[in-house]
């Protein structure tokens, strides 16, 4: 179409005018609607006489355009119909509140286990290097987000087909994603229903009542967070409850570091029995430790496989690309969750050293384990209590990858939108899957080093390698020798991750029980 433009009579006339007779036409915002775009043209074409060959020569470029775009976006006609894109009214607000709801969570509170490993100074210098890291991947996501021909990537696994290839770019970035996704509200299924069970233990101690057992209490939570689910229509609903999971977040944080904190150090004597005793290991398990105690640095920033969906709740245009409030956006938030991480993780290794538990909720069963008779009730239920509200808040915006997958496959199919009753029966049938799964395998979060390392490269290289596949810049430039250490450096990180998981699963061994939580 583009040859048989060029040979237009009227081409040569009109290059004559403008050395780029395209360039005007580059300015528009061709993902969007055809009927929008047919306004704008219209619009533009009412400077040009009606009886001209130059409007010919538009309307044949304006439809290469339209193509090129359909091409590089096969989503573009489902988008509407699909609960990460259904809705485009987000803004920086939303951005943060979701970006803030998704990057801070119950990962933050293994960091203590982490500095156990790495001691003060790498472990500080590792969790430094690894925030900025994830941090300018994170924005590297957000500016690939929008390509030069106008099609919007809106998912992770989208962006991944698109710069590595169908076939390629689904074997690298799938099961991560899927990981991420489903995995992570399984994981907070155990959190949430284990921290529903504390608080009301603290409560039986008030009122002096029965509870539940631990299965009883995952199926609690899970209908609570399916319920929620599904009077949340499309991901940008979801920005209030986003907004409740990072108060509560930033809350449940501060006040964990803060008891401990006033609480003072455990006993000493305590440290120095388990030095010792770790000391006492050999070389392979200190370096295993080590990489162990990396990984879960690296681990405890999570959010980049919903960063595109984010974005993708956005309107864009020409003169205002996603990419500016999105920044914004995830630039509030990474304050907000640095001023949280951080303290945490030195508070937490202060006071409890070594003695931090191996667990998903490593400091704040620390804070139950060595200060539960000294810390009031009032702060005990209240860190339970906002722990639930934030695995509730958070289990939304996990899920609703999950929730697009499954309405892709039936708009793809039938070519119409999901029918609401059909929505909620994916939403119910998602929830009674994680939740058996979170029954049938407590040992799950065991696996998080081994799965996690798998995961890895999602954050800290796959960015890299598509920013120089699709952005091509220059061989050895400052943008492509940058890109390729960090992608390289963060294939060889997630290698060694699970090669140090493989071994202390081997030499230490896993508790493996099944519908046994």
């Known amino acids: 179409l583009l040859n048989k433009t060029k040979n237009h009579p009227s081409y040569k006339y009109y290059s004559q005018l403008?050395?780029?007779?395209?360039?005007?036409?580059?300015?528009?915002?061709?993902?969007?609607t055809s009927r929008n775009m047919?306004?704008?043209?219209?619009?533009?074409?009412?400077?040009?006489?009606?009886k001209s060959p130059i409007a010919s020569v538009i309307s044949n470029v304006q439809s290469f355009y339209t193509l090129e775009a359909a091409a590089g976006n096969k989503l573009a006609a489902q988008e509407p119909w699909l609960p990460i894109t259904e809705s485009r009214d987000g803004n920086a607000f939303y951005a943060a509140f979701h970006a803030l709801s998704s990057g801070l969570g119950f990962q933050a509170l293994l960091l203590p286990l982490a500095f156990s490993s790495l001691g003060w100074t790498w472990g500080i210098s590792c969790l430094c290097v690894v925030f900025v890291w994830q941090l300018y991947?994170?924005?590297?996501?957000?500016?690939?987000h929008e390509s030069e021909s106008g099609a919007r990537y809106s998912r992770y696994l989208g962006l991944?087909?698109?710069?590595?290839?169908?076939?390629?770019?689904?074997?690298?970035?799938?099961?991560?994603?899927m990981y991420l996704s489903g995995g992570t509200c399984v994981t907070l299924i155990m959190i949430g229903g284990g921290a529903m069970r504390t608080f009301f233990h603290i409560i039986c101690n008030i009122v002096g009542v029965g509870s539940l057992t631990t299965i009883e209490w995952y199926m609690v939570f899970t209908f609570t967070a399916v319920l929620l689910a599904l009077f949340l229509p499309n991901l940008n609903s979801v920005a209030r409850v986003s907004l409740v999971g990072a108060i509560t977040a930033v809350s449940y944080c501060t006040l964990i570091w803060a008891a401990t904190v006033v609480q003072g150090r455990v006993a000493i004597d305590d440290h120095h029995h388990v030095a010792v005793s770790r000391g006492s290991d050999g070389v392979i398990d200190r370096i295993c430790g080590v990489l162990n105690g990396v990984g879960i640095v690296a681990l405890a920033f999570r959010g980049h496989n919903l960063v595109l969906e984010?974005?993708?709740?956005?309107?864009?245009?020409?003169?205002?690309?996603?990419?500016?409030?999105?920044w914004r956006g995830v630039q509030i938030a990474y304050l907000i969750i640095g001023l949280c991480l951080f303290p945490l993780a030195i508070a937490g290794y202060w006071a409890y050293g070594d003695l931090i538990p191996e667990g998903t909720g490593a400091m704040l069963q620390a804070l139950y384990k060595y200060h539960g008779r000294d810390t009031s009730k009032l702060i005990?239920?209240?860190?339970?209590?906002?722990?639930?509200?934030?695995?509730?808040?958070?289990?939304?915006?996990?899920a609703m990858?999950?929730?697009?997958?499954?309405?892709?496959r039936y708009t793809s199919k039938m070519n119409k939108p999901c029918p609401q009753w059909l929505r909620s029966a994916l939403r119910l049938l998602f929830g009674c899957l994680t939740c058996f799964i979170a029954v049938a395998l407590p040992f799950l979060p065991s696996l998080a080093g081994l799965i996690g390392g798998i995961a890895l490269p999602l954050t800290l290289a796959y960015p890299c390698f598509m920013w120089i596949v699709m952005k091509k810049p220059g061989r050895y430039s400052r943008s492509w020798c940058l890109n390729w250490i960090l992608g390289v450096s963060g294939m060889v990180l997630?290698?060694?991750?699970?090669?140090a998981a493989i071994w202390i699963i081997v030499t230490k061994g896993i508790g493996v029980h099944f519908f046994k939580p």
Request: with cysteine.
């Open 310 to 326: 984010i974005q993708g709740t956005m309107p864009s245009s020409a003169k205002t690309p996603s990419r500016e409030p999105m």
């Open 38 to 50: 047919g306004d704008e043209v219209a619009l533009e074409m009412n400077t040009i006489s009606s």
């Open 160 to 177: 991944s087909m698109a710069a590595f290839g169908e076939k390629f770019g689904k074997l690298l970035a799938l099961f991560p994603v």
């Open 18 to 32: 403008s050395s780029r007779p395209t360039a005007k036409l580059q300015n528009y915002n061709f993902h969007s």
């Open 401 to 408: 990858p999950t929730f697009d997958n499954l309405e892709l």
């Open 494 to 499: 997630s290698v060694l991750v699970v090669t």
């Open 380 to 398: 005990l239920g209240s860190a339970s209590l906002l722990v639930v509200i934030n695995c509730v808040s958070s289990f939304q915006i996990y």
């Open 137 to 144: 991947t994170m924005w590297l996501l957000i500016q690939l």
